[in-house]
């Protein structure tokens, strides 16, 4: 899939129109065009190399594009209405710098100044972080996760409407990153709009609205989780927990079914793995309902969906 024509361009936080980045020779970014919702999650997500930090970079304005078009809130990133905009921006680096020997408030209230941003916000930012009891520590004493809490107060300032978050959950703990993803929803559900890449993909494959995959500079695929499953057209999986004796018995009644594997599981005899293309899977499921004389020899099935790592590796080994 190539880049895909953006939305309503009145009604969306961030949008781009065939942007390109040139280094030289090398196209960084190469034609991307695509529309991000108000209030919207959206992910990023892409190999190392593919563009995603140069995009970043150039929506942000910290990079000036090649060609096409970048508006944020409207704005465009080379009008002068970006400067007032920006202030509605909210940034979290993948390696933010901090001064080690400030405390986490002094650190709160430096970056406020920079931003504009009212000083008495900075206090209760901590305390929704978990970093209250921290605030007057020196961050040279802060572990990675707290650094990165005290990163994603700094990018809350100000009540930014739009949220541009590079790696945001590294160093963080289950906990930690569950918490995290909670104040973004909260955030989504007040119309804030989130950008977010993550190498971690299955964090983010429950979280986001919609993802768009980066390979070689370009979007190769744009759309919710189910919707890049539908255009990878990526079979699922059918665990079956069943007798020994009822594979025959599968094997008469799925074989004539095209597309269908059936494989049972290395040194487990009871447990066998359906592999099926996504149209048949109700043609299957029927199937399997309606094998009574199986009863109790079918004991067991769950359903196994492609996850978004499987879509990502997927596009990634038909564009090789």
């Known amino acids: 899939m190539t880049s895909t024509t953006p939305a309503n361009e009145s009604v969306a936080a961030i949008a781009l129109r065939d942007v390109t980045k040139h280094f030289g020779a090398v196209h960084a970014v190469d034609g ?29 304005g910290l990079l000036p594009v090649s060609s096409g078009e970048i508006r944020i809130a409207g704005a465009s990133v080379r009008g002068r209405d970006f400067r007032a905009v920006r202030r509605q921006i909210g940034y979290l680096p993948e390696h933010l710098a901090l001064y080690d020997n ?16 009212d000083l008495a916000g900075c206090t209760p930012l901590l305390e929704r972080l978990g970093l209250a009891a921290a605030a ?39 906990a930690a990153i569950r918490e995290f993803y909670a104040i973004l929803h909260e955030l989504r559900s007040q119309g804030v709009t989130v950008l977010i890449t993550s190498h971690i993909l299955a964090e983010l494959q429950e979280r986001v609205d919609r993802l768009a995959i980066m390979v070689n500079g370009r979007v ?89 790592e499987d879509v990502f590796f997927g596009l990634r080994s038909s564009d090789a």
Not at 240 to 250: D, G, M, T, V
Request: proline fraction near 8%; hydrophobic fraction near 45%; charged fraction near 20%.
């Open 32 to 60: 991307v065009t695509l529309s991000v919702r108000r209030g919207e999650l959206f992910g990023l997500i892409g190999h190392n190399g593919a563009g995603k930090s140069t995009l970043f970079k150039m929506m942000l």
């Open 102 to 117: 400030l405390s986490g408030i002094e650190t709160l209230r430096f970056f406020a100044k920079l931003k504009g941003a």
């Open 136 to 174: 007057r520590r020196p961050v040279r004493e802060y572990s990675k996760g707290m650094r990165q809490r005290l990163g994603f107060a700094q990018a809350l300032l100000g009540a930014p409407q739009v949220l541009f978050l590079d790696e945001p959950s590294n160093g963080l703990d289950p």
């Open 220 to 308: 190769q695929a744009l759309g919710s989780v189910p919707e890049l499953r539908e255009q990878q057209d990526m079979p699922l999986h059918i665990v079956l927990r069943l007798e020994p004796s009822a594979l025959e018995l599968l094997h008469r009644c799925l074989g004539e079914m095209p597309g269908l594997q059936l494989l049972v599981t290395p040194g487990q005899p009871c447990q066998a793995t359906l592999s099926c293309p996504r149209p048949a899977k109700m043609a299957v499921l029927a199937v399997l309902a309606a094998l009574a004389p199986l009863g109790s020899l079918l004991l067991d099935l769950s359903i196994h969906e492609p996850s978004l």
